[in-house]
C-alpha cells in the first residue's frame, strides 16, 4: 500500500479564495482523521470519521471549513472563504483501530 | 476532554548522552499512549505505545513509562544519535476514539 496519500502537496492561495484539500487513506482503515498543524498551536484534531460518517467536527473552527467522505476511499477539507490565518499544515490520517494513527504528507497551505 | 501537557519544548543533547521526554494527562479514563517522530518537513510517524495495563515498554534504544496513578508517562531515549534530532509528540487517547496530542518536543542531537 501506498499509505495515504494527501493533495497538494503545496498551496498558495489569496484571501477570499475557495481551498480544496484531498486524502486517499489507506485500504481497509476505517476511520479517517484531518488534523491541523502549526507552531502556536501544535496538532489540532479537526474533525474524524468512521466508515465514512462524521462523529466529531467539534475542532473545526469555523463555519468556514467542511469536510466530506463520500467513500471509504476519498475524503475533502474545504475552506471557503480561506483567510491568512488559516496558513498550516493540514494532515490526513487513517487508521483500523483509531488509535494508531498513519499520516499523510500534508498539505503546506498558504493565504496570502 | 483529555488535556496533555508535554516538556521540555526544546532539548538539546550531545551525541551518545541519554534523552527524557515526559508528558501528563487529565483524563483517569485514558488508556492508550503513544510517541510520533515528526522530523522536519516530514509526517509524524509512530515509534513507541504504551496501554494501561503495562508500566514500561522498550524498543531497542527507546522506552516508554507510564505512571497511572500520577498521571504522567514518559519517552526515554539511550545512546543518542544525531538521526533522532525531531520533534516528538505524546498523545493520549480519550473516551471519542480520538487522540489528544501535546504541545511537541524538539530534540536536537549535537554530534
Known amino acids: 500500500d501506498a499509505g495515504v496519500i494527501q493533495s497538494p502537496r503545496h498551496e498558495v492561495t489569496e484571501m477570499g479564495q475557495e481551498v480544496t484539500l484531498r486524502c486517499k487513506p489507506i485500504s481497509g482503515h476505517d476511520y479517517l482523521f484531518w488534523y491541523r498543524q502549526t507552531m502556536m498551536r501544535g496538532l489540532e484534531l479537526l474533525i474524524y470519521?468512521?466508515?465514512?460518517?462524521?462523529?466529531?467536527d467539534s475542532g473545526m473552527p469555523e463555519d468556514r471549513f467542511s469536510a466530506k467522505m463520500p467513500n471509504a476511499s476519498f475524503s475533502t477539507l474545504k475552506i471557503q472563504p480561506s483567510e491568512p490565518r488559516d496558513s498550516a499544515v493540514y494532515f490526513c490520517?487513517?487508521?483500523?483501530?483509531?488509535?494508531?494513527?498513519?499520516f499523510g504528507s500534508g498539505t503546506q497551505l498558504s493565504v496570502l | 476532554g483529555e488535556n496533555v501537557e508535554q516538556h521540555p519544548s526544546t532539548l538539546s543533547v550531545q551525541e551518545g548522552d541519554s534523552a527524557v521526554i515526559k508528558c501528563t494527562y487529565s483524563d483517569s479514563a485514558s488508556n492508550y499512549f503513544p510517541w510520533y517522530k515528526q522530523e522536519l518537513g516530514k509526517r509524524p510517524q509512530l515509534i513507541i505505545d504504551?496501554?494501561?495495563?503495562?508500566g514500561e515498554k522498550k524498543d531497542q534504544r527507546i522506552a516508554v513509562t507510564l505512571n497511572k496513578t500520577a498521571k504522567h508517562f514518559s519517552l526515554h531515549i539511550t545512546e543518542t544519535q544525531p538521526e533522532d534530532s525531531a520533534v516528538y509528540f505524546c498523545?493520549?487517547?480519550?473516551?471519542?476514539?480520538?487522540?489528544?496530542f501535546g504541545k511537541g518536543t524538539m530534540l536536537l542531537v549535537s554530534p
Open positions: 504504551i496501554r494501561s495495563n503495562v
Open positions: 470519521f468512521n466508515n465514512n460518517v462524521p462523529i466529531d
Open positions: 498523545a493520549a487517547n480519550s473516551g471519542y476514539s480520538t487522540l489528544t
Open positions: 490520517a487513517s487508521s483500523f483501530d483509531s488509535e494508531k494513527l498513519f
